[in-house]
């Protein structure tokens, strides 16, 4: 699929009756993606955002994915505004066929949830939301025939996560690969509900008390514990980072698990909550050796180090909830010299 340049992005959307002929236009690239082309659009009847999928990925490693992983995006977000109305960007055009969507642009109010916890902002009713959110998402999804025919890509998700994530991980660290390997395996058989599968900080816009969900191109039928385990290998990654920050972020912790729980409703197991906490370890390690490392911790800092060996002696013990973790984090954390 073809990425359009600014002055053909500008005759395409005057053509699709998104710009007016006559109307002036400022197209912006916006800042912050590694996996599409983002541009703001500034009209004088509104401002909205356009998104296209790239090829290969702005990441140090070779990595490249199938571009059509935009057409999922499009479809998680209509369903996503059927199912809980204001829980994403109103969708505003939809082309399947150049792999390219417009949405509402959300102003100066919003921002991402991870530059509010960067900055120190630890807000209990944020993380509530979020939990909610995903909750009546994975709820709402559960068992549904129509989307799992219609997210039947576990290749994709192979691409954009099992391989470079866990696989590369395992390749890296070879004497843990077996665990990367077996989890590698389960999550490609596991067919329960549409996950997001990047719920993380940065793909929360907030306001400050609700939340807007973003970034939705590695949507999947597949697991719900893969978005669990995401959200909170971030909290546990900022704890680190921001050690004086370890017991907020706790709480922003229990917070989400707590109301993701209850959304749930019936569909939540020890099963569910086991297999979260095992990714969980999985995605730390490869939050530093994966494809995608965090872009905050040099590769050999004491940090980094520090979430390797955590990571590897999680897999090792494997406490089966997220109370256990939370403990063995404290200890292991009080424990870590600075």
Same mark, same amino acid.
């Given at each position: 699929m /073809?990425?359009?340049?600014?002055?053909?992005?500008?005759?395409?959307? /005057?053509?699709?009756?998104? &710009?007016?002929?006559?109307?002036?236009?400022?197209?912006?690239?916006?800042?912050?993606?590694?996996?599409?082309?983002?541009?703001?659009?500034?009209?004088?009847?509104?401002?909205?955002?356009?998104? !296209?999928?790239?090829?290969?990925?702005?990441?140090?490693?070779?990595?490249?994915?199938?571009?059509?992983?935009?057409?999922?995006? /499009?479809?998680f977000?209509?369903?996503?505004q059927?199912?809980?109305?204001?829980?994403?960007?109103?969708?505003?055009h939809?082309?399947?066929?150049?792999?390219?969507?417009?949405?509402?642009?959300?102003?100066?109010?919003?921002?991402?949830w991870k530059?509010?916890?960067?900055?120190g !902002?630890?807000?209990?009713?944020?993380?509530? !939301?979020?939990?909610?959110?995903?909750?009546?998402?994975?709820?709402?999804?559960?068992?549904?025939?129509?989307l799992?025919?219609k997210?039947?890509?576990?290749?994709?998700?192979?691409?954009?996560?099992?391989?470079?994530?866990?696989l590369?991980?395992?390749?890296?660290?070879?004497?843990?690969?077996?665990?990367?390997?077996?989890?590698?395996g389960?999550?490609? /058989?596991?067919?329960?509900?549409?996950?997001?599968?990047?719920?993380s900080?940065?793909?929360?816009?907030?306001?400050?008390?609700?939340?807007? &969900?973003?970034?939705?191109?590695?949507?999947?039928?597949?697991?719900?514990?893969?978005?669990?385990?995401?959200?909170?290998?971030?909290?546990?990654?900022?704890?680190?980072?921001?050690?004086?920050?370890?017991?907020g972020?706790?709480?922003?912790r229990?917070?989400?698990?707590?109301?993701?729980?209850?959304a749930?409703?019936?569909?939540?197991?020890?099963?569910?909550?086991?297999?979260?906490?095992?990714?969980?370890?999985?995605?730390l390690?490869?939050? &530093?050796?994966?494809?995608?490392?965090?872009?905050?911790?040099?590769?050999?800092?004491?940090?980094?180090?520090?979430?390797? !060996?955590?990571?590897?002696?999680?897999?090792a013990?494997?406490?089966?909830?997220?109370?256990?973790?939370?403990?063995?984090?404290?200890?292991?954390h009080?424990?870590?010299?600075?």
């Amino acid at each position: 699929m /073809q990425i359009l340049t600014p002055p053909e992005l500008l005759a395409y959307l /005057q053509r699709h009756g998104l &710009i007016a002929g006559a109307e002036e236009a400022e197209i912006h690239f916006l800042d912050g993606g590694v996996s599409s082309e983002i541009r703001v659009v500034k009209t004088p009847r509104g401002t909205f955002v356009v998104k !296209q999928a790239l090829e290969k990925l702005r990441v140090r490693d070779d990595w490249r994915c199938d571009p059509r992983r935009n057409l999922y995006e /499009q479809e998680f977000l209509a369903f996503a505004q059927a199912a809980l109305p204001g829980s994403v960007p109103r969708l505003l055009h939809r082309d399947p066929e150049m792999g390219l969507f417009a949405m509402e642009y959300l102003d100066g109010r919003w921002s991402a949830w991870k530059a509010r916890l960067w900055s120190g !902002q630890v807000s209990v009713e944020v993380a509530t !939301q979020a939990g909610a959110s995903l909750g009546v998402l994975h709820r709402t999804a559960w068992g549904h025939p129509d989307l799992r025919e219609k997210f039947d890509n576990t290749p994709l998700f192979h691409e954009l996560r099992i391989a470079p994530y866990l696989l590369t991980t395992a390749e890296r660290h070879p004497a843990l690969a077996p665990h990367f390997e077996e989890a590698a395996g389960q999550l490609a /058989q596991c067919r329960l509900t549409l996950v997001h599968g990047d719920y993380s900080p940065k793909n929360l816009l907030t306001d400050g008390e609700a939340v807007k &969900i973003i970034d939705a191109e590695v949507a999947w039928y597949g697991d719900p514990a893969f978005d669990l385990a995401f959200l909170m290998t971030h909290l546990l990654l900022k704890a680190v980072r921001f050690p004086e920050r370890a017991d907020g972020l706790e709480s922003l912790r229990r917070a989400f698990l707590d109301a993701y729980r209850s959304a749930l409703g019936v569909h939540w197991s020890e099963e569910l909550e086991s297999r979260a906490v095992r990714l969980t370890f999985l995605l730390l390690m490869a939050r &530093i050796s994966g494809k995608s490392p965090v872009e905050y911790f040099r590769p050999e800092s004491p940090e980094a180090r520090f979430v390797l !060996q955590f990571g590897a002696s999680g897999i090792a013990s494997r406490p089966g909830t997220f109370s256990e973790l939370s403990e063995h984090f404290r200890t292991a954390h009080e424990n870590h010299p600075r």
